[in-house]
């Protein structure tokens, strides 16, 4: 069965989801992040088959969140090294993985993170880029952006809060 493409979506998710919602996709870039970068490594960690991992990788080079990065001539032989594209999806890779050890993890996390500056483990919370404070999902509304082009994108209930009460750029 093949995937409705959202290309054409007025959303920012929607992009995102053309460009890394494939089901290998973000494990390849996991792995990235984690310092991967050859072929037969990606391979190897993640059991793909040999034309799958061939093109989700062509894919997320063709999307600049990899280079493809030749390392030898003869046979050639390429690394796969995220760009910076590539490495701002830490957060999302981040996100998804604390949300899996939150629901998904009956016996804890089978990965946690340290913060190289403390030294402790971490997690990532989202705090406003103005005032600092943790931020919650129910202490959000969506408003309308600049690239906004689909008024169909916030949903209508909440369409005429968004509308009257955006807050100044």
């Known amino acids: ?10 959303c920012s998710l929607a992009q995102c989801l053309e460009v890394v919602g494939e089901w290998w996709t973000l494990l390849i870039v996991r792995d990235a992040l984690f310092g991967v970068t050859r072929f037969d490594d990606f391979r190897a960690r993640l059991g793909i088959a040999r034309n799958v991992l061939t093109q989700r990788l062509e894919h997320l080079v063709a999307n600049e969140i990899l280079e493809k990065v030749p390392y030898q001539e ?7 090294r995220l760009t910076p594209k590539g490495r701002s999806l830490w957060l999302v890779v981040t ?11 009956p016996d804890g996390p089978p990965l946690e993170t ?7 483990r971490t997690t990532i919370e989202p ?12 202490e959000l509304r969506p408003v ?3 690239g906004a082009r689909d008024k ?13 009460s955006a807050p100044p750029r």
Not at 1 to 10: V, W
Not at 95 to 105: F, H, I, K, P, V
Not at 114 to 120: D, E, P, R, W
Not at 128 to 138: H, P, Y
């Open 74 to 80: 003869n046979p050639p032989r390429h690394d796969y």
């Open 127 to 138: 705090v406003c880029s103005e005032c600092g404070e943790r931020v919650k999902g129910r």
């Open 95 to 105: 996100a998804m993985r604390q949300w899996g050890d939150e629901w998904a993890a």
């Open 144 to 146: 309308y952006g600049p």
């Open 152 to 164: 169909s994108l916030i949903p209508a209930a909440l369409a005429q809060d968004a509308a009257r």
């Open 1 to 10: 069965m093949r995937r409705t493409s959202f290309e054409d979506m007025n």
């Open 114 to 120: 340290v913060h190289t500056t403390c030294g402790h």
